[in-house]
């Protein structure tokens, strides 16, 4: 348990529906994030909120939409996915102005079928 | 922008037997550097980091130090066990949208020790 939770660890869906992913921490961090991990890629940035502004959306498509509705949690709406969407998106929280790195959930492993 | 380059996996390597992977970086200011951990199924675990030049960050029997002339920081561990088997991201701070860092992440080594 890092002190960062994700649920659900593994998500299964259709090209057509809408599920959530949700992301939750009480370590007291006040900025979150959203990476998307695909096998033979490198980590890609989605989402940074800071302070609970979205500070960065890194050219990430529209049928993904993130939600910050307090500094302990973060979502992120799915809608409408492709295939190439299938991956693990891991979220990471931390304290904004202090350079101690991040901590990381244990990702959710989406499949899009 | 600044960046950071580690060397291409797989690594695989005998127990007990001494492991490096390589990590260079180019960075504008002086950034801290670190090291993850990602074990099979899970997120990455912060393993070690070092803040400035000549410091060493060391956990677990893992070390690396901060060589701002090479612009490097190695992972190196003396004696590997199959525990190890996980891919070792190297990665370094970046100071972005008005004082909140971001971390910037090498692609990852992937790590296997055979018993």
């Known amino acids: 348990e890092t002190g960062v939770t994700q649920t659900p660890r593994h998500l299964v869906m259709g090209m057509t529906n809408k599920k959530s992913l949700k992301c939750e921490q009480h370590?007291?961090?006040?900025?979150m994030y959203w990476y998307k991990q695909s096998a033979k890629k490198p980590l890609e940035l989605m989402f940074v909120?800071?302070?609970?502004?979205?500070?960065e959306n890194n050219s990430v498509p529209s049928r993904f939409s993130p939600e910050c509705p307090n500094s302990s949690h973060l979502f992120l709406h799915l809608h409408t996915l492709q295939p190439e969407d299938s991956a693990l998106y891991l979220c990471?929280?931390?304290?904004?102005?202090?350079?101690?790195?991040?901590?990381f959930g244990s990702g959710t492993r989406l499949t899009v079928v | 922008g600044d960046s950071v380059t580690q060397m291409e996996g797989p690594v695989t390597l005998s127990e007990e037997a001494f492991l490096t992977i390589n990590c260079t970086y180019t960075?504008?200011?002086?950034?801290?550097l670190f090291w993850y951990v990602q074990y099979p199924g899970e997120g990455l675990q912060l393993l070690l980091k070092a803040t400035k030049a000549d410091d060493k960050g060391s956990n677990k029997g893992f070390e690396a130090t901060y060589r701002k002339e090479t612009t490097s920081f190695h992972l190196e561990k003396g004696s590997v066990q199959v525990s190890d088997s996980a891919v070792y991201f190297c990665?370094?701070?970046?100071?972005?949208?008005?004082?909140?860092?971001?971390?910037?992440f090498g692609t990852g080594t992937r790590l296997k020790v055979l018993a």
């Open positions: 909120y800071s302070l609970e502004e979205r500070v």
């Open positions: 990665a370094l701070s970046d100071l972005r949208w008005a004082g909140t860092y971001k971390y910037i």
């Open positions: 370590l007291g961090h006040n900025a």
């Open positions: 960075a504008t200011g002086y950034p801290s």
């Open positions: 990471a929280s931390s304290l904004r102005s202090r350079e101690d790195g991040y901590t």
